[in-house]
């Protein structure tokens, strides 16, 4: 029941990602997004995700592994639309 909350919730936070890049690549333009933000998420993202490994925890090894995959599109696009 635990590990259920825990990827139903990581499910959610990843899902809220997902509007701001088809956003994003629809406009073509990421002058709105807050470079500073996205910079800082991604590493808190990153620590997320060492700690999943280190402690074994599926839920969180899974959710980071694949909402660290978000910001870097967002990082991505925010250099390319410049």
């Given amino acids: 029941m635990?590990?259920?909350l825990g990827y139903s919730a990581g499910f959610l936070t990843t899902l809220a990602f997902v509007p701001q890049?088809?956003?994003i690549y629809e406009t073509k333009s990421a002058k709105d997004v807050s470079l500073a933000m996205f910079?800082?998420?991604t590493f808190g993202v990153?620590?997320?995700l060492?700690?999943?490994v280190v402690t074994r925890s599926l839920p969180v090894i899974a959710a980071n592994?694949?909402?660290l995959a978000l910001p870097v599109v967002?990082?991505?696009f925010k250099f390319r639309y410049k």
Avoid: A
């Fill in 2 to 4: 635990l590990e259920s």
């Fill in 21 to 23: 890049v088809v956003q």
């Fill in 39 to 41: 910079l800082l998420f």
């Fill in 46 to 48: 990153v620590l997320w």
């Fill in 50 to 52: 060492i700690y999943g």
């Fill in 65 to 67: 592994s694949v909402t």
């Fill in 74 to 76: 967002i990082l991505y």
